[in-house]
């Protein structure tokens, strides 16, 4: 079971969430060390064990009929009595982290934080479960999803008192039209099996071909936002550069050769770690420049 856990929740993503959370609570300031640290772990594991578990067992007929589960992406979850358990797990294992996390801000009287943790939740369970299926309503799984990644980090502004200025709105949305991308395109790969375990998605809707360009768009969409950011924020911009060639690489895509886009989904899940250490050095030099660091 704990083998079966680690692979459903997607260790190789675990840094998407945290990261944004960890970054947000300690360039805003004002924080303790131990809630930025307990925020940080529960972003890390809980948070996508929440997440990518629950969509697990109910996406169970689709990941059947999907030669990329199994592994990394994501695990195969046909024993009911493990769909079961794994659901179970999911759920329980994040509330310690939630309870303190939403207990410390409503001691303080600190109420959108607690609002916008109730957001970032709701639209991890909305996502995948049975009766809400966000991620089967086409442009509103998109959203969701980009809602997972985002979330953390606005969470950590939030619960750090930091002002929300023009250029801090302007980030905020281009990281939001990256996730939106992102989602698209790695729905793009799926188009088969999804239809075949009858599950809608923008990708099954659109096509595989025009999901790909619409991806491109928001990729774009994404880098001229960052051109609103405060010095050197609007050098992020070329970052999108990297993830709109790997998506163009697809652009004459059919659904029927839709699962080639696998490759570049592959290059995505790499390509993140290396523009992570990117945002990173660009962070610093921004704290060195406002005298947050040094």
């Known amino acids: 079971m704990i083998r079966t856990l680690f692979w459903a929740s997607r260790p190789l993503s ?33 948070y996508n064990l929440a997440m990518y578990g629950i969509n697990d067992v109910f996406d169970f007929e689709s990941d059947l009929r999907n030669p990329r589960k199994g592994g990394v992406e994501g695990s195969v979850l046909a024993d009911p009595a493990v769909r079961r358990r794994v659901l179970v797990w999911s759920c329980l294992v994040p509330l310690p982290f939630v309870a303190v996390l939403a207990g410390w801000s409503v001691l303080r009287g600190e109420w959108a934080a607690v609002g916008v943790l109730a957001v970032s939740l709701f639209a991890v369970a909305a996502y995948s479960w049975a009766g809400l299926r966000f991620k089967e309503r086409p442009f509103l799984d998109a959203v969701t999803s980009a809602t997972h990644f985002v979330s953390p980090a606005v969470y950590g502004l939030v619960l ?30 799926d188009v088969v099996p999804d239809r075949a375990g009858g599950l809608a998605s923008v990708a099954t ?49 059919t659904d029927a050769t839709s699962g080639q886009a696998n490759r570049g ?30």
């Open 160 to 189: 750090a008192g930091a002002s929300f200025t023009g250029e801090l709105w302007a980030l905020l949305a281009g990281f939001f039209l990256w996730g939106m991308a992102s989602q698209m395109f790695g729905a793009v790969q």
């Open 14 to 46: 675990w840094v998407n969430t945290a990261y944004p959370f960890a970054a947000a609570a300690l360039l805003a300031g004002g924080l303790p060390w131990w809630l930025i640290a307990l925020g940080t772990v529960f972003f890390l594991v809980p």
């Open 205 to 253: 809707v659109l096509g595989a071909r025009p999901t790909v360009w619409t991806a491109a768009a928001l990729y774009a969409g994404a880098g001229l936002l960052m051109l609103g950011t405060q010095w050197p924020g609007p050098l992020a911009a070329l970052f999108a550069v990297p993830y709109l060639g790997s998506t163009l690489r697809f652009a004459g895509i």
């Open 265 to 294: 989904w592959r290059t995505f899940l790499w390509l993140n770690y290396l523009t992570g250490f990117l945002v990173t050095m660009l962070l610093i030099w921004w704290a060195f420049e406002r005298g947050i660091l040094g």
